[in-house]
């Protein structure tokens, strides 16, 4: 039978536009909490959560709008996709990003346009609240993963509330200066951001769902009748 959490994650979406509503810090720290009850490898429970809002927010995304219009290099500091992009991967990546930019009437060869879609991910995509993940530099490659985990289980939670949520790696691209502007010890390393506050329902850019692949695609099954 389907169960709350089935609809939880069957409405689970990358919201990239918001109302202005806030979200006070008691639900903001409900959603920290339950992020850290993510699985995690000898309980190292990697990662941090460096939670903005009001002028500390606004003044950092004004500094990454920034640098990306001077179009200043990034200084990504991990390899986000593979260096080397298979055929099958590059097709699933241009379907979801033509599928997006459609949805906001964005023509294919619409290059301003698409350049001033992704340049919101440095805004936070307008939302009330953005967060900063962060993890170790000396923590593995298996920590990653458990950073994963626990950034799903902040967005599922985040849902559970009603709130939307995205993940934007982007803005690791600029990760020297969210360094500077959190005052950041030299060992943590930028993960990515998460914008979060209230859909704004109406606005088409939400109305977008990526595709998923089906249940054969990616599962294999043995000693089953």
């Known amino acids: 039978m389907p169960t709350d959490f089935d609809a939880i994650l069957a409405r689970r979406r990358s919201v990239r536009a918001f109302t202005q509503d806030p979200v006070d810090r008691p639900t903001l720290e409900r959603l920290c909490q339950a992020a850290r009850r993510a699985p995690s490898g000898a309980n190292l429970q990697p990662g941090k959560f460096h939670v903005l809002t009001g002028a500390p927010l606004a003044t950092l995304s004004s500094r990454l709008v920034a640098a990306n219009a001077r179009g200043t290099p990034a200084d990504l500091e991990y390899s986000y996709f593979p260096e080397k992009m298979a055929p099958a991967l590059k097709d699933r990546q241009r379907k979801a990003g033509f599928a997006l930019y459609e949805s906001l ?18 805004r936070f995509f307008d939302a009330p609240v953005g967060v900063i993940v962060t993890i170790d530099r000396d923590m593995g490659k298996g920590c990653f993963m458990d950073l994963g985990m626990a950034i799903m289980t902040f967005l599922l939670a985040a849902e559970n509330v009603g709130l939307g949520a995205t993940g934007i790696g982007a803005i690791a691209n600029y990760g020297s200066i969210v360094h500077d502007h959190l005052g950041l010890p030299d060992d943590e390393l930028v993960v990515c951001g998460i914008a979060i506050g209230m859909a704004d329902e109406n606005a088409p850019v939400n109305q977008f769902r990526t595709e998923r692949l089906p249940l054969d695609a990616f599962t294999t099954f043995a000693g089953f009748d």
């Open 105 to 122: 009437g964005i023509a294919r060869r619409d290059v301003a346009g698409r350049r001033a879609q992704f340049a919101k991910n440095y």
